[in-house]
């Protein structure tokens, strides 16, 4: 069971809002941790989409945003397009582990 | 552009070792800590190792502490993960990555990963 808890699946129609929630708790996101998320396409390696809870690295579209409030943070996808298909994780830090990076589980986002 | 490369990755018997390799080019590898990401077939990304530019801290997952090793060689831009008292849990795509300053310490640059295979 992963420290950070999203939800297993979301999906949307092209062009629609779908947005996923990344939980955590006092000793990471709630501690102050900065949330990350990346994108996994199917075969490939995770890429980097949000940086800093809201940050867009170059070159990420702009329906690709991210917030983060108390102990939760939220990846939002507007104008959903069918390139959007993939396994979203969050990411952070723990203070009661021994030391870097915890993820989620892991979110598939299907466009219908 | 800023390249990673993983290597060393195949079939081993339980209990057995694996050294992996990571090697990197088109930034100053020094400068940056350096990580091993795992994924295990069909599941999520769990992050096993970090290692810091110079090489005098590092961290490691409960899961892989006192049996896995993480180094570095600056000289010769590489990474490293030495896996002893492998087991079938541990069989997974092993990602290297980039930690970035410039992104919060986010994991930046990825490898495209190696196989991991413990079974008998």
């Known amino acids: 069971q992963s420290v950070l808890t999203q939800p297993p699946s979301v999906s949307g129609a092209p062009g629609q809002r779908v947005t996923i929630s990344c939980t955590g708790s006092?000793?990471?996101?709630?501690?102050?941790?900065?949330v990350h998320w990346y994108q996994q396409l199917p075969g490939t390696a995770p890429k980097l989409l949000i940086y800093g809870n809201s940050n867009r690295p170059s070159g990420v579209p702009h329906r690709f945003s991210g917030s983060k409030s108390g102990t939760s943070a939220s990846l939002a996808i507007t104008g959903l397009q069918a390139e959007d298909e993939a396994d979203y994780y969050c990411?952070?830090?723990?203070?009661?582990?021994?030391?870097?990076?915890?993820f989620g589980g892991g979110t598939k986002v299907t466009v219908l | 552009e800023m390249q990673l490369l993983e290597s060393g990755g195949g079939l081993v018997q339980p209990g057995g070792s694996l050294r992996l390799s990571c090697g990197a080019s088109?930034?100053?590898?020094?400068?940056?800590?350096m990580s091993w990401v795992r994924q295990a077939p069909g599941k999520g990304l769990e992050w096993v190792s970090t290692?810091?530019?110079?090489?005098?801290?590092?961290y490691y997952a409960d899961s892989v502490k006192g049996r896995f090793t993480i180094s570095r060689d600056n000289s010769k831009n590489t990474l490293y993960l030495q896996m002893n008292s492998l087991r079938a849990e541990d069989t997974a795509i092993y990602y290297c990555?980039?930690?970035?300053?410039?992104?919060?310490?986010?994991?930046?640059?990825w490898g495209q990963g190696t196989m991991v295979t413990v079974s008998s």
């Open positions: 990411q952070s830090y723990d203070t009661s582990l021994s030391g870097s990076g915890v």
């Open positions: 990555a980039q930690d970035s300053p410039a992104y919060g310490d986010a994991f930046d640059i």
């Open positions: 088109g930034f100053t590898f020094s400068s940056y800590a």
């Open positions: 290692l810091s530019g110079r090489g005098g801290n590092s």
């Open positions: 006092s000793s990471n996101i709630g501690a102050g941790y900065d």
